[in-house]
């Protein structure tokens, strides 16, 4: 691991976005055990030890992956880890990954955190990684999901099925997401 401290990628107006930390795994872990929010990723909750986990996220942690990469979502106003963030399936070739997000902590839901947090990764993801299209799939029930994704910049494109779940796929352009910046 680095000896310096976790870099923060980007900044919004409620959150910022910065590289994980070995600390943020025990928090991790409790949200990816929940079956609430397990369910919302369309997932099993996880039943790996606290042990197990901390080393997997020491060993991505040390040797980030090129195709993915998770962050941690911290609040502005008093630096608390909120949530995650990831992209993945990073096609450079295409110039464009699938986004992932969970707000682990309850008392942040529906307060415009989840949408802060998404449009502060895409200036990060369009910006600084110079991609071209960011996806994702949010299940078809998910309408809170669905509008802050909305707010975000995101258009439904249409509903897929995949490991027997209905999803919406939605997807964000480049130019679409820049002329809605600069119309803020």
Known sequence: MTATAPQVVVTGTLVRIREKRLEDAALD???????????????QPLTMSLRAYVATVADEIETPATHRRSYSIDTLDDDRHIGNLMYYGYDPGRAEAELGITIGDRGYWSRGYGSDAVKA??????????????????????DRAQQAFTRAGFLRVREVRRGGYDFVLMEVLREQFELERAGD
Do not use: S
């Open 121 to 142: 990764m895409l200036c990060f993801l369009f910006d600084e990684m110079g991609m071209r299209r960011v996806y994702l799939h949010t299940l078809t029930w998910n």
């Open 29 to 43: 872990h409790e949200w990816r055990k929940d079956p609430e929010l397990a369910a919302y990723d369309a997932a």
